[in-house]
């Protein structure tokens, strides 16, 4: 089945990365699902015009777990995938027609710094980032556990 390349730059999050645990062919696996939304301007002076294009993207095992624990809402990045036919019949036999996007590759844009900021603002008062789920709270890693940057800027999906 050949596949369709997409590609979202310049985007940032519209939401915390929601992560769960499904059963796979090997047992449980890590799938996360986020919302991008990049803008593209066309244009100029007072005929400029913004358009926003909002992409939810499913990721799956290790890259998953990094994007729930590094990413939250408004941070930036670029995202490589690909779009996949998620067509069905419904209840009634009626055709539903869907696509779906699953990311290959998220490129981490935000400086170290940048990302630290943003969980402080979320976490709230007391300082410990809420959990990538949007309930409970969980320690912050100490920056001896966290990954250095070079590892954390691109991840590769197996699935």
């Known amino acids: 089945m050949a596949h369709v390349q997409v590609i979202q730059r ?4 519209a939401g915390a990365v929601k992560l769960e645990f499904v059963n796979g062919r090997e047992g449980k696996i890590a799938k996360a699902v986020l919302t ?6 066309r244009g100029s002076g007072d005929a400029r015009e913004e358009e926003s294009t909002a992409i939810q993207w499913t990721l799956w095992g290790k890259q998953a777990e ?3 624990e590094y990413l939250g809402k408004g941070s930036h990045v670029n995202i490589v995938g690909r779009l996949r036919n998620n067509n069905y019949q419904d209840s009634e036999g009626a055709d539903v027609y869907a696509l779906g996007f699953t990311a290959e590759e998220v490129d981490y844009l935000d400086s170290r710094a940048e990302s630290e900021a943003r969980n ?11 959990d990538a789920t949007g309930g409970g709270e ?4 100490s920056a001896s556990s966290r990954k250095p940057s070079s590892a954390r800027r691109t991840a590769h999906a197996h699935g």
Request: zero cysteines.
């Open 120 to 130: 402080a603002r979320e976490s709230g008062d007391n300082g410990t980032p809420k």
């Open 10 to 13: 310049h985007a940032h999050l």
């Open 138 to 141: 969980q320690t912050a890693p």
């Open 66 to 68: 990094n994007a729930a």
């Open 36 to 41: 991008a939304i990049s803008n593209t301007r």
